[in-house]
């Protein structure tokens, strides 16, 4: 298993531009979940997915935008990157449930100058 | 979600045990307690989850009290490796997708010296 792949492992953005942080898992998952990690701080929750077709916000969804297509993989899309999105990104998968951690991956590290 | 008070830094020599303090005193009875460690600059790893048992696996130790409203995770023979920052987690109970909302607070930075 390769666990969870994240792509890529760093990026630098204009400000404005628009990209997308790829996120894959093969451990057949239902959980996905997308964080933000700023220097210093701990992770927060931009969105999150149950399942495919399911996503939802978490408590720092704006500029930000999911989708769930198919169980393994769950991309974010920066809308219009700015300077306040600098950050390492994680995407984390699991089963499901109360009864499982989660894996994470590696991070993304984006810079927007 | 369950607030979590953890002490900001603690240290542990090398081959002892490590004893990291969690004080979660407004959980709910079905709140299931998370505890995961991020080495510098690593994704978090996921060590142990407990709910009201004492639970044991390959990594750690977790000790809940028998009110649930602290528990302790313990790294029985600390090893440099070890240094990384230690979270607590409380999620809350959501039903069918609890344990889909984590929230990380500042956690513990643990520093296993030689």
């Known amino acids: 298993n390769a666990g969870v792949t994240q792509t890529p492992k760093f990026q630098v953005l204009k400000t404005g531009q628009s990209m997308t942080l790829q996120c894959a898992q093969d451990m057949n998952h239902e959980y996905m979940s997308w964080y933000r990690q700023d220097p210093g701080m701990g992770l927060r929750l931009i969105h999150y997915s149950v399942g495919a077709g399911i996503t939802d916000q978490g408590e720092v969804p704006n500029g930000y935008n999911v989708s769930r297509s198919t169980t393994e993989d769950f991309p974010l899309r920066l809308l219009s990157a700015a300077p306040s999105q600098t950050s390492v990104y994680f995407c984390?998968?699991?089963?499901?449930?109360?009864?499982?951690?989660?894996?994470f991956g590696s991070g993304t590290r984006l810079t927007v100058v | 979600d369950a607030k979590t008070t953890q002490p900001t830094s603690m240290d542990c020599a090398e081959g002892r045990a490590a004893n990291l303090p969690c004080n979660h005193s407004?959980?709910?009875?079905?709140?299931?307690v998370y505890w995961y460690r991020q080495i510098h600059s690593q994704g978090p790893q996921y060590i142990i989850h407990?709910?009201?048992n004492n639970e044991t696996n390959e990594m750690a130790s977790l000790i809940i009290t028998e009110d649930r409203k602290s528990s302790t995770l313990i790294l029985p023979h600390a090893t440099l490796r070890d240094t990384a920052v230690y979270y607590c987690i409380a999620p809350g109970y959501l039903g069918e997708t609890s344990g889909s909302r984590l929230t990380f607070g500042e956690g513990t930075q643990l520093t296993v010296n030689p």
């Open positions: 984390a998968s699991s089963y499901g449930g109360r009864y499982y951690g989660y894996t």
């Open positions: 407004t959980i709910s009875g079905n709140e299931y």
């Open positions: 407990g709910l009201k």
